[in-house]
């Protein structure tokens, strides 16, 4: 804490305390900001489980039809 408080003496001594005032206030906010995107990123981590559980769903269910009714085969499709 002292190296702190020299800091702030020399740097209002020749008009900078100010300026690191507000370089401390964003690196709070920055960790902040930081913090609030580790969230994010595991909320979008669950979602694209969630998407791949589905699509493994639709898939299967795809794949049933298509043995039901002999629909495996490219050509039942018709040309495009």
């Not at 005032?21 to 206030?25: A, L, M, S």
């Given at each position: 804490m002292l190296n702190?408080?020299?800091?702030?003496?020399?740097?209002?001594l020749i008009g900078l305390d100010e300026v690191l005032?507000?370089?401390?206030?964003y690196d709070d906010l920055f960790a902040r900001v930081l913090k609030g995107m580790e969230g994010h990123s595991e909320e979008i981590i669950k979602?694209?489980?969630d998407m791949k559980r589905g699509f493994d769903l639709v898939n299967r269910q795809l794949s049933?039809?298509?043995?039901?009714w002999g629909?495996?085969?490219?050509?039942?499709?018709?040309r495009v």
């Open positions: 702190e408080e020299f800091r702030y003496t020399v740097a209002g005032k507000r370089f401390d206030k979602l694209g489980e049933a039809l298509g043995a039901r629909l495996m085969a490219e050509n039942a499709f018709g």
